[in-house]
């Protein structure tokens, strides 16, 4: 369980969170959802220690963050942010292969290299592995650094936006995968979702920001109600049921 | 213990170049060398200078890469962010302060070594802060980089202004690079510092591959950012201090050597960049004032030719737009 107590952060003046306490449940699928800039980012780089926390506690199975060796995080929990631009000219199996470095720290062995291999299979990366990662589309990069997070083999996973650049079969498979993993292997996973209807299909638990607090949070049957979704966006929105799941409508 | 794989690419690379090195020093031990007389005198004198060189070449090489590495770009190197400005800025500052008897009057070893330990607190205090935390806003790191490069150049040339026309004397042979002035009482402690900085970023060298994926994706996998970022600044400033010392502030050859060891050697693994690095740089260096000293008669200057293929490689990677 992540426990998130009086979390306040700002930069430069402008408050980004405030005050935030909740706690997110161990194996089940979260979804921070909430409109741009209400800091869903942030208290996700702040669970993964991206960034230093100003003020408040998290915990993480009862580990303080800011307490316990980053080496040790780096074992039970793993953290994609937004993408970045790496200088090193990688192929995608050679970034797919620091995923275990938190394991072995330079000196990878057998089981290393089933690991990354696994991993590369289960994006469908194989057929790539050996490009460069300037050489492939957007969407394929991503996927290899979604590759990477997955090859760490961490309890948790922390994913920032992680459908970024990813296509409808991709994203989906991408959820999919990740709800078996909550389901089959325990593992717990806290990603921050942009598109309502991933978290509405998928998530177990959602956490709604907006202005830098939390506005609701539950089971997905009591956060995405029209009131409330309505209310998080400022944007009229009808909630339909498919296939027992909420769906969101905001076409109209 | 298992040894890193080594791509067979890359192994017949590092022997490569070690040949090439080798082959290079026996010429330049043995070429020309007379049949009797003073054969033990002209040996011991080229054994200095091909020390000096070799030093000089593999320090600044991997310097450079490790520099690139900390900063995330393939465009800066220590020189352009004022590291060896830095240093001749603190020797011009003992000279004005103890005047050149008592500069001459300190012991060569010692007065190194604190040279070498100051530069390293004051690059570490300046370049930490601007690659630490802040370091993901790379156009303001660089800009203030270069800012203060100039302004160590800048404060260098004032107290020249300032100081006595023969301490100047003193202090301007200092800030221009010469490959025949090394220094030979400076050159084991060079040699032994030098060692141990290349042995020391051999070490981090996997930690360096882990850096070199950027600040959020380091932190992720449990590496200590900040800690090992200062820690290549250390490593990065006693490699600049040791070159700049023996002979003058060289600017674009790191540049020149960080870029050819990133095209030649198509990994971006620390354990063999690193070896790499060192190895062109001595064999550039090495073969170059071979081809000065011997062939062309001492007719032109190592350090020139050298600024002149590093700034046209430099203008080169600006238009390709490696610069990121």
Known sequence: ?252 | MQLPEISRQNLILLTGLTLLLAAFSALWMLQGLPPEGNRSFILKLRWTKLAGLIVVGAATGIATVLFQTVAGNRVLTPSIMGFDSLYVLLQTSLVMMLGIAGVAALPVGEKFLLEVGVMTLLACILFGTLLGRGARDIPRTILTGVILGILFRSLNSFLGRVIDPIEFAVVQQNSMASFSRIDANLLPYGLGLALLAMVGAMLLASRLDVLGLGREVAVSLGLRHERVVILTLALVAVLVAIPTALVGPITFFGLLVAGMTHGLAQTARHAILLPAAGLIAATMLVAGQLLFERVMGQAAFLSVIIEFAGGLFFMYLLLKGRIR
């Open chain 1, 1 to 252: 369980m992540i426990e998130i107590s009086g979390v306040n952060y700002s930069i430069g003046g402008a408050q980004i969170l405030r005050d935030i306490s909740a706690s997110l449940p161990k194996g089940k699928l979260t979804a921070l959802i909430g409109p741009n800039g209400a800091g869903k980012s942030t208290l996700l780089r702040l669970i993964g220690r991206l960034e230093p926390l100003q003020s408040g506690r998290i915990s993480l199975d009862g580990m303080d963050i800011r307490q316990t060796p980053t080496e040790a995080l780096a074992l039970k929990m793993a953290i994609l942010g937004q993408q970045t631009h790496i200088v090193s000219r990688l192929r995608l199996r050679e970034l797919v292969r620091f995923g275990r470095w938190p394991h072995h720290r330079g000196r990878p062995c057998a089981c290393d290299h089933t690991a990354v291999e696994e991993a590369l299979d289960a994006f469908e990366l194989q057929p790539l592995a050996t490009r460069f990662l300037d050489e492939v589309s957007g969407g394929q990069a991503q996927r290899a650094h979604l590759a990477m997070t997955f090859a760490q083999c961490t309890d948790w996973l922390l994913l920032d936006e992680p459908l970024n650049n990813l296509d409808m079969a991709h994203s989906r498979a991408l959820m999919a995968r990740l709800a078996e993993m909550v389901a089959g292997t325990g593992k717990s996973v806290v990603t921050v979702v942009h598109e309502v209807n991933y978290a509405a299909a998928w998530a177990d638990h959602i956490v709604a920001l907006k202005d830098g607090a939390i506005m609701a949070q539950g089971a997905p049957d009591e956060v995405l109600t029209e009131a409330c979704l309505s209310a998080l966006y400022d944007t009229p929105v009808t909630i339909a049921n498919h296939n027992g799941r909420p769906l969101v409508l905001h076409h109209a």
